[in-house]
């Protein structure tokens, strides 16, 4: 599937683009009219399970916006489903997974049997969306990473100080890895679906790897990103890792193999750039609730993001962490218009 003129995969391998593309962390979602009016039919997991609900929700936000790519619409948790774990999404409480991963037993009823079959959904939602885009705009898969799915498994749900996971991790470190493991065996073969289905480009949300301190970050998220980008490196499809925890974790992973790196928004984009140098290509990285600010707020925000570049490619705009549910759609408009505008060579 040749792609000649994508601006979002150019950018990726650092070849001359026109101008900086841009697409958004969860673009597609509840901040749009049209997302919630279809929600209010459907709940969230038959909308990740019906291929044609999928593939209409991703094509919601370009409808509306130029951005310069898709991502499918999914969720990082259908993998810990697909291991046999229920999962539920509770109206104003989030993802829910249950009975949660306290111990060896609990990970040993896990299970990565038909793991491609289970969550076949996913190459439904991807074949559609490859017709309907007709190769007028890359489609991004994604998956979460090993340490960020965890979190989620062994907290349960949504925590704020990660006490379970944490305390596994100094307890018994060797079944956490046991579990990281069998999760970055899962996440390997579930990208290679996805690119077998048609996507062509992948991102790993590392959101959590920040909560490790930098001296244990290889031991528990590193070194499972490393194999994965590793065993899809003969898939010919850039490999983007977004983590959010700064510089440091940056510098921990330049030598991955990643084409990409994403930038979370406490990072200065300049200093993220002298870091990585030319062994990646940057993504990021505006403040989320900038897009609560006036039209000049975002301009000149948008301005200060492209100026660490100096007009070079190896830049793909994006938010710092995606998008949130209340921001005004006109004050994304005005943000793709000002990165286009503003980065024209
Ligand atoms: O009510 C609803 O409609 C559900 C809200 C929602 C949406 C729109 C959830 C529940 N997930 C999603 C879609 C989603 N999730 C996408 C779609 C593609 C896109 O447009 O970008 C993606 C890429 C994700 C990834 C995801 N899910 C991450 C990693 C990225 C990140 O933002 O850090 C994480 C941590 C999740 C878990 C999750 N799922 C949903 C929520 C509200 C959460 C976060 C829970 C928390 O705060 O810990």
């Given at each position: ?268 984009m300049y ?29 000149r925000e948008v301005k200060r993001i492209l100026e660490a ?37």
């Amino acid at each position: 599937m040749s792609f000649n003129n994508s601006t979002y995969l150019n950018a990726i391998y650092r070849k001359p683009v026109p101008y900086t593309p841009i697409w958004i962390m969860r673009q597609a979602g509840r901040y749009l009219p049209e997302y919630r009016e279809l929600r209010a039919k459907h709940d969230f997991l038959t909308v990740c399970k019906t291929p044609e609900l999928a593939a209409e929700v991703t094509l919601q936000p370009l409808r509306r916006f130029d951005f310069d790519a898709a991502i499918l619409f999914s969720d990082i948790l259908v993998i810990p489903e697909a291991m046999g774990m229920k999962l539920e999404f509770l109206e104003n409480h989030g993802p829910k997974l249950s009975p949660r991963i306290e111990d060896e037993h609990s990970i040993k009823q896990l299970t990565s049997d038909h793991l491609e079959e289970r969550l076949e959904y996913v190459a439904g939602a991807i074949k559609v969306l490859v017709q309907e885009l007709n190769r007028q705009k890359p489609l991004i898969g994604f998956s979460g990473s090993p340490f960020t799915l965890a979190t989620y498994m062994i907290e349960g749900k949504p925590t704020r100080n990660f006490k379970f996971i944490k305390s596994l991790m100094y307890r018994e470190p060797e079944v956490l890895q046991s579990l990281l493991q069998a999760l970055a065996d899962a996440v390997t073969r579930y990208l290679k679906m996805q690119i077998e289905a048609g996507v062509q480009a992948v991102q790993i949300f590392d959101t959590w790897g920040g909560i490790i301190p930098i001296h244990h970050y290889e031991t528990f998220s590193g070194q499972y990103l490393r194999q994965i980008v590793q065993n899809l490196s003969s898939h010919q499809v850039p490999v983007t890792l977004f983590s959010k925890g700064g510089l440091n974790i940056l510098i921990q992973l330049v030598d991955s193999g990643a084409d990409m790196l994403g930038v979370d928004w406490m990072t200065d984009m300049y200093e993220a750039r002298m870091a990585v140098s030319d062994r990646a290509a940057l993504q990021g990285n505006l403040d989320p609730t900038v897009l609560y600010g006036s039209k000049e707020i975002i301009s000149r925000e948008v301005k200060r993001i492209l100026e660490a570049f100096d007009g070079e490619s190896g830049h793909v705009f994006n938010l710092g962490h995606g998008i949130l549910p209340d921001i005004p759609v006109d004050n994304v408009k005005h943000l793709v218009h000002e990165v286009r505008e503003k980065s024209r060579r």
